[in-house]
Each structure stands twice: as C-alpha cells, then as structure tokens.
C-alpha cells in the first residue's frame, strides 16, 4: 500500500518548494502531474504504479460506497463528489478562467443530483440524499474528467502567470453560479487570498490526499 502519509507529506513539501521558487518550473510541473496523476484513477494517465482513487473505490459496494458510518458525518461518495466539484471549480473557473465542466458538459443531468455545490455546509440528511442519489460510475467519470481537464489548463499556463492572484472577477462567478453556498464563503475567500500557484498545492493535490485519506478511513470501518 502506497497510501503513505510520510511519504507524501515529504513529497508535498518538495513540490511546494519547489513551484513556490518560481526558479524551477519544468520540475515543479513534473512533480505536480505525478502526484496529481496517484490521486486519481489510473485511467488518467498510462503508466502510473499506483492510484489512490481506485485502492480505495475498485472493490467497494455502491452499498459501501454510499453508506455514512456510525457517528460520521460524510460517505464516501460524499467525499469524491466533493473532491471532484472543488477541482473543477478551481482549476476551471478560477485558474484557466473558463467554464467549470460541470456546466459545460450537463453533469449535474448525468450525476443525477439536484445540487451543484461543492458540498461545504450540507446538513446530515443533505449528505445522506446527496450519497443516496448520485449516479456512481458517473460520479467516476466525472472526476476523471475533471482531472484531463486540470492537467489540460496547467500545461497551458506561461509559467509568469503562476505569480498572480486569483482574478475577483471569477471569485465572483463562483458564488452567482452557486458553486459554492453562502454559508461556505469562507473558501472562496481563501481562493482569493492565493496566487495562481498556490492553488495547485491545495485543491488539485493537497486536499484530494486529505479527502482520500477520509475516505480510505470510512472504508475501513466496520460499521
């Protein structure tokens, strides 16, 4: 098993280093899509020893999958409904300044959901009809998705653009699209105090390994 915490924690650190000198940007891009590409299915991208996504969903029940354990507040599905909204909200709207796939593609239709949130702020019967009802394999092929399109939009960035600060403009999309509800502000507003870089250590890799890690421990439990 690979899921490693000291592993990555020091593989993080490297990364953040090494993008946040803006000296070495080739590198600081080859370790943010290895990492990138572990945190999500294997289907990415070829040749990866490893994936994260699929250690923790390829032998799970949609049972399992959609269930919240005792004395938790969040499913599984939950947590990769999650990952997938806040990755495609930041590396789309607010990093290439382009329209989230979300939108783009009527995923909300395929998912089979009626929010459009990140899932921040969502009460316990919220969450348990959010896991009820999500079309599971979409909610895969979503991510995935979301993930092409990341790797697509960083690419494409001059590395002179990594320096800015994330546009008001398109902070501002993120809440008339309801993206993220009201309640939830507090993380558009720490959207807006990162540069373009730092969102690449938090939304893309950093919080996909922290929700992972959630929910490998929800996957873990017993009842």
């Excluded at 993080?12 to 990138?36: G, I, Y």
């Excluded at 979503?142 to 653009?161: H, K």
Aim: net charge neutral; charged share 25%; aromatic share 6%.
């Amino acid at each position: 098993m690979q899921s490693d915490r000291k592993h990555w924690n020091e593989q993080q650190k490297v990364f953040h280093t090494t993008l946040l000198s803006f000296k070495q940007h080739d590198q600081a891009m080859a370790l943010f899509v290895q990492q990138h590409a572990a945190l999500h299915s294997a289907k990415l991208t070829s040749g990866i020893p490893w994936s994260f996504e699929d250690e923790v969903l390829d032998d799970m029940t949609e049972a399992h999958i959609r269930r919240i354990p005792q004395n938790c507040d969040y499913s599984v599905a939950w947590h990769i409904w999650h990952l997938a909204r806040i990755e495609d909200i930041t590396m789309n709207l607010l990093l290439a300044g382009k329209p989230q796939l979300f939108t783009r593609e009527d995923w909300q239709a395929r998912l089979n959901v009626p929010v459009v949130d990140t899932g921040n702020a969502m009460t316990q019967d919220e969450v348990a009809a959010l896991s009820a009802a999500l079309n599971l394999a979409a909610l895969r092929e979503y991510r995935l998705a979301v993930g092409r399109e990341t790797r697509a939009n960083v690419t494409g960035l001059a590395p002179e653009m990594f320096r800015q600060k994330v546009d008001p403009a398109r902070l501002q999309q993120v809440m008339d699209q309801g993206a993220v509800v009201e309640a939830a502000r507090g993380i558009v507003e720490y959207w807006g105090r990162r540069t373009l870089a730092e969102l690449l250590l938090m939304p893309p890799t950093r919080h996909n390994l922290v929700h992972l890690n959630m929910a490998l421990r929800l996957k873990q439990r017993r009842q």
